[in-house]
């Protein structure tokens, strides 16, 4: 007897996620809601419904997507905020390209010059790492004499 294979792992990892699957999660983030149909009608390049269903149940069984029963239709929902859903892509991006390092991060994209800042942004990052330094002054733990730290 065939042993019947268990429920797919959920994976919120950004990686995870192909093209299509990207322009759908942008779709439900723009309109916070659609159907099968306004999703097919939003996807550039004109997929088949029936494909536009496969790629909404897949993002449901990676749990990126969620869905609702109304007057009879599916209406898909993102499963997570767009902001948990930014901050979970960052970790991956961080952990994957920049050895877990944002300081690697800041660098790429600071030294580089293919982003540039206006000051006004660059004065909120400046005060951004002002705020994580006293953070980090603050949850340390107090030095003790003697014990070679410091």
Do not use: C, N, W
């Not at 939003?42 to 990126?64: D, N, Q, V």
């Not at 790492?129 to 340390?140: I, W």
């Amino acid at each position: 007897m065939a042993k019947e294979p268990g429920p797919r792992k959920t994976s919120v990892l950004p990686g995870a996620l192909s093209r299509r699957e990207r322009q759908i999660l942008d779709i439900l983030y723009q309109r916070a809601r659609a159907t099968a149909h306004e999703v097919r009608e939003a996807l550039p390049g004109s997929p088949s419904y029936s494909t536009a269903r496969a790629l909404l149940r897949i993002l449901e069984e990676k749990g990126h997507v969620r869905h609702v029963e109304e007057d009879g239709r599916y209406v898909y929902l993102p499963a997570v905020s767009r902001g948990s859903a930014g901050q979970s892509a960052l970790q991956h991006l961080v952990q994957t390209f920049f050895d877990g390092s944002a300081a690697q991060v800041m660098a790429a994209l600071l030294d580089r010059g293919s982003v540039q800042l206006p000051p006004a942004e660059l004065e909120r990052l400046a005060q951004l790492v002002d705020e994580a330094r006293k953070g980090a002054h603050q949850s340390a733990p107090p030095e003790r004499e003697g014990d070679g730290s410091g």
